[in-house]
């Protein structure tokens, strides 16, 4: 029945095959299957330390076999956290949902209440990747943080560590982020970064902050946001605070860093942009934590594909991807799809971005997420004007501008209406009145949001409808202000196309 491999007592020994160990085990009665699980546990603690430490898993399933389930909640949510960490993301979920399926079979106490609020939102930080911060078993999750944390204010019983309530609170955030809610953002970011000012906890100021500044920039409020960004990473310490990457959806300081990066650029200042993306990559690569990088990985990419580096968001994608595929996090992955998609057609195949953008929208869409649509859905839309399929542009953007109008993901709103403006000339019957109001537009609104880098956008696309009116002299009075305000990142795609448009201008 056994194979013996070594010499006793060193021996180890192995069932012939794995329904022979099965029957075997089915042979045990209760009581002396219990009490050989305990040997088993106790052994494994008293004579082989390195295992019990390294493996707690193992001893969870031996202590919960011997009936001591509280002790294997314990150890469940041990090898949690362990996997958690290491972004092992079904894993991570398996063993929290585990632990708690243990402590509701167990007699309340103090004790295990605290206890099941911290694995209700270790859970919840593991569902956010795994299934997406939006999903309907995230949303599940994150409630029942909520009523545990209620449950036990109400019964005088604040959870040990404060930081616990803020998880929560950052997490209805998010979910706000990822199915864009522009109002429920800055509403909660603001009361979230209220509560910190009021308890004082820098991890929390820090947060607040980061929510704020995020809120903020991504509702169109720029450079208000990025203040808020400035004093949140004014807060971060890697070596004190990076340890609190499972507990806040991301590294913190890599979080900040990339959304920094997306303010600056949009800002006007491409190259403080790509330093902050290295800085949030760098800092996700020390951390080590797969998750952090892949937040890392994304954000950067929509920098690079801002300022023109294609090849470098290309290969940001592809890692994602394989990242992404690797700890089969679904929302990351989804971006990543879309990026391709998204590159595909800049790099001229038209017919394979849209199908490509369209396959990964439906898997965004799929995670219950909306966030970043309004950005590649005129990607979309570029991709079917390309190919002379102008209802499918038309229908395109005209999603991108209802997403705009309702859920107030109002970052890229003049981009919007620029390419809106390009499909209006470029259709069958060209509209360029129609193109004029939709060019104006966009200026307006990359330049009540400060936003300098849409503004050159919609200036050269205007200046080169006013050059092909014959009105250069207007063109030229539009676009050179708009270049002349720029201070770096001369050596990017749009800088570069605007000097080459102003020079045609000027001959």
């Known amino acids: 029945m056994l194979f013996e491999q070594g010499v006793p007592p060193h021996a180890s020994y192995l069932f012939k095959h794995a329904l022979v160990q099965d029957a075997a085990y089915g042979t045990l009665l209760r ?11 106790k ?3 008293n004579r082989f330390a390195e295992i019990a430490e390294s493996q707690p898993a193992l001893l969870a399933h031996h202590y919960t076999e011997a009936g001591l389930v509280e002790k294997g909640a314990s150890l469940s949510g041990k090898a949690g956290r362990r996997s958690l960490e290491r972004s092992a993301l079904a894993e ?6 585990r632990a708690l399926d243990q402590i509701s079979t167990l007699t309340a106490t103090r004790e295990l209440r605290r206890e099941q609020i911290k694995l209700q939102v270790d859970l919840v930080n593991a569902l956010m990747h795994l299934k997406g911060y939006a999903a309907p078993e995230t949303k599940v999750a994150l409630e029942q943080a909520r009523l545990f944390l209620e449950r036990s204010q109400a019964l005088g019983e604040p959870p040990e560590d404060p930081l616990l309530l803020f998880s929560v609170l950052f997490g209805e955030w998010g979910v706000n982020r990822i199915a864009f809610n522009g109002d429920a953002m800055r509403q909660l970011s ?5 509560l910190a000012a009021k308890q004082g906890l820098t991890v929390a100021m820090m947060n607040g902050h980061r929510a704020v500044g995020i809120s903020l920039v991504l509702t169109g409020d720029i450079s208000e946001g990025r203040k808020h960004l400035d004093q949140a990473i004014a807060l971060y310490t890697p070596a004190e605070h990076s340890p609190l990457a499972t507990r806040f959806g991301t590294d913190i300081g890599t979080s900040i860093l990339s959304y920094r990066s997306i303010a600056l650029w949009l800002l006007g200042y491409p190259e403080a942009a790509l330093a902050d993306t290295d800085r949030a990559l760098d800092a996700a690569r020390r951390l080590g934590q797969a998750v952090s990088l892949m937040f890392a990985i994304h954000h950067v990419s929509l920098t690079h594909l801002q300022v023109g580096n294609y090849a470098a968001a290309q290969a940001d994608a592809d890692q994602l991807l394989a990242l992404s595929d690797d700890k089969d996090a679904s929302f990351l992955r989804s971006l990543a799809i879309v990026m391709r998609g998204c590159l595909l057609t800049l790099n001229g195949d038209n017919f394979h971005g849209i199908q490509t953008i369209t396959r990964g929208i439906a898997a965004v869409r799929s995670t219950g997420a909306t966030a970043f649509l309004p950005l590649y859905l005129p990607f979309l839309a570029t991709a079917h004007k390309q190919l002379n399929q102008f209802d499918e542009a038309w229908h395109v953007i005209d999603e991108a501008m209802t997403m705009v109008k309702t859920s107030k993901e109002n ?11 390009e499909i209006a000339l470029k259709s069958f019957a060209p509209d360029p009145e129609k193109a004029e109001a939709y060019f104006e537009r966009a200026l307006a609104v990359s330049r009540q949001q400060q936003a300098k880098s849409f503004e050159l956008r ?7 409808l006013w050059r092909d009116q014959g009105k250069v002299q207007q063109a030229q009075e539009l ?3 708009v270049y002349g305000w720029f201070t770096e990142g001369f050596e990017t795609r749009d800088l570069k196309d605007a000097k080459a448009l102003l020079e045609e201008l000027a001959a």
């Open 458 to 464: 919609a200036s050269m696309s205007l200046a080169r």
């Open 411 to 421: 970052w890229c709103e003049a981009e919007v209406h620029r390419v809106a403006g």
């Open 43 to 45: 052994a494994l603690q």
């Open 31 to 41: 009581q002396p299957r219990r009490a050989l699980h305990a040997r088993i546990a």
């Open 92 to 97: 991570a979920t398996a063993h929290f949902t």
């Open 190 to 194: 603001a009361q979230f970064l209220a």
């Open 479 to 481: 676009l050179s202000p």
